[in-house]
């Protein structure tokens, strides 16, 4: 914040857990302390739900989510709070964005997108597994049938079960 320490800067540090109620208290402690712009270092999934309390319970405008390959200080003995007075600095110079994050109805699709790809892999996984049972017990049902998916390999398999 604009002050009379170094660079005419005063800092002001607090750590805060990252319990989600905890978030909305820095969120809260960050609004009075009248910051409009936040930049933080991505960190994968454990990034994210910083941001969410942020952007939920904040008045900022901006949140910046930043590739930590794009802000790395110099290398050597840093700490968090080190990194967050850089990651400051590059931010007040205008010298860093944040990376894309999709709004909530495009997260939520590809969410869903992806978990149907998981699943269907998963269901071609096992009746890879099935027809690998088929074989080495004799059966081959791929000399009667076009796929292992048919309605009459089905009802082989279910006359094999019930013995």
């Known amino acids: 914040m604009p002050g009379d320490g ?3 800067r005063h800092t002001v ?5 990252t319990f989600y109620g905890v978030l909305v208290q820095a969120a809260a402690w960050l609004t009075e302390q009248q910051v ?9 999934i454990y990034s994210m ?5 942020l952007v939920e319970h904040g008045d900022f405008e901006d949140v910046l989510v930043c590739n ?5 200080n110099v290398p050597g003995r840093t700490t968090d709070l080190s990194d967050a007075e850089w990651l400051a600095h590059l931010l007040e110079c205008g010298l860093i964005r944040g990376s894309f994050i999709p709004p909530a109805e495009i997260t939520a699709a590809r969410e869903v997108i992806r978990y149907r790809r998981t699943l269907t892999e998963s269901r071609t ?4 597994r099935l027809g690998t049972v088929l074989q080495d017990a004799g059966i081959k049902v791929d000399s009667v049938a076009s796929t292992i998916t048919t ?8 006359a094999l079960i019930e013995g």
């Open 6 to 8: 170094p660079d005419h």
């Open 13 to 17: 540090k607090r750590m805060f857990t």
């Open 36 to 44: 409009t712009h936040v930049a933080m270092e991505a960190t994968g």
């Open 49 to 53: 739900p910083v941001y969410h309390a």
């Open 68 to 72: 930590a390959g794009h802000v790395r």
């Open 125 to 128: 996984s096992e009746l890879q």
């Open 151 to 158: 309605v009459s390999v089905r009802a082989m398999v279910e």
